[in-house]
T-cell receptor, first 112, second 114 residues
Framework: GQQLNQSPQSMFIQEGEDVSMNCTSSSIFNTWLWYKQDPGEGPVLLIALYKAGELTSNGRLTAQFGITRKDSFLNISASIPSDVGIYFC????????????FGKGTKLSVKP | GAGVSQSPRYKVAKRGQDVALRCDPISGHVSLFWYQQALGQGPEFLTYFQNEAQLDKSGLPSDRFFAERPEGSVSTLKIQRTQQEDSAVYLC????????????FGDGTRLSIL
């Protein structure tokens, strides 16, 4: 089925570092979203983007809806230990097609 | 409660048994979604309700999977004659209106088939 290509697959962070991840697709979407999932819990919505070119912030998180509508990125500034977890991008076509298509996730871990 | 509630949190069943998973959406949310999440993967869409109407069931992997939402609120996902490949986390999400409205997820039911 339709897939979102999310990268990197995993990364290690040190407290205070900035983090960047992105998601691309061959299809055009009307909505891009970013979720964070901790072990044993469901995905928690971080940011939702509805318009091509839109740049939205939520605290230390910033995400952009790509101008081609085929990609999105998420930046985390000045990372803290509680940022560890798995981040998923998701997208949908909107309208009557409400289902989300997810990337495979980016796993953030603390540098040993 | 304020969020999406799923029960049970964990379910272990023997191959061939039937299971039923329950989802209580956020109060007032019209749309309800079921997703399946395999280990190390992102969630994959199963089915979508708007009120009591099942608008899309294209993601259900086989006719052993059945979902209902008879009164437009609580939903049940039923899996008949379970098989080992059905082992996964089943996530439920709800949104106010559907379409491109943001979806809010429950913590899922972790299903293990022995």
């Amino acid at each position: 089925g339709q897939q979102l290509n999310q990268s990197p697959q995993s990364m290690f962070i040190q407290e205070g570092e900035d983090v960047s991840m992105n998601c691309t697709s061959s299809s055009i979407f009307n909505t891009w979203l970013w979720y964070k999932q901790d072990p044993g819990e469901g995905p928690v919505l971080l940011i939702a983007l509805y318009k091509a070119g839109e740049l939205t912030s939520n605290g230390r998180l910033t995400a952009q809806f790509g101008i081609t509508r085929k990609d999105s990125f998420l930046n985390i500034s000045a990372s803290i230990p509680s940022d560890v977890g798995i981040y998923f991008c998701a997208a949908n076509y909107g309208g009557s097609q409400g289902n989300l298509i997810f990337g495979k996730g980016t796993k953030l871990s603390v540098k040993p | 409660g304020a969020g999406v509630s799923q029960s049970p949190r964990y379910k272990v069943a023997k191959r061939g048994q039937d299971v039923a998973l329950r989802c209580d959406p956020i109060s007032g949310h019209v749309s309800l979604f079921w997703y399946q999440q395999a280990l190390g993967q992102g969630p994959e869409f199963l089915t979508y309700f708007q009120n009591e109407a099942q608008l899309d069931k294209s993601g259900l992997p086989s006719d052993r999977f059945f979902a209902e939402r008879p009164e437009g609120s609580v939903s049940t996902l039923k899996i008949q004659r379970t098989q080992q490949e059905d082992s996964a986390v089943y996530l439920c999400a709800s949104s106010l209106l559907g379409g491109n409205q943001p979806q809010h997820f429950g913590d899922g039911t972790r299903l293990s088939i022995l």
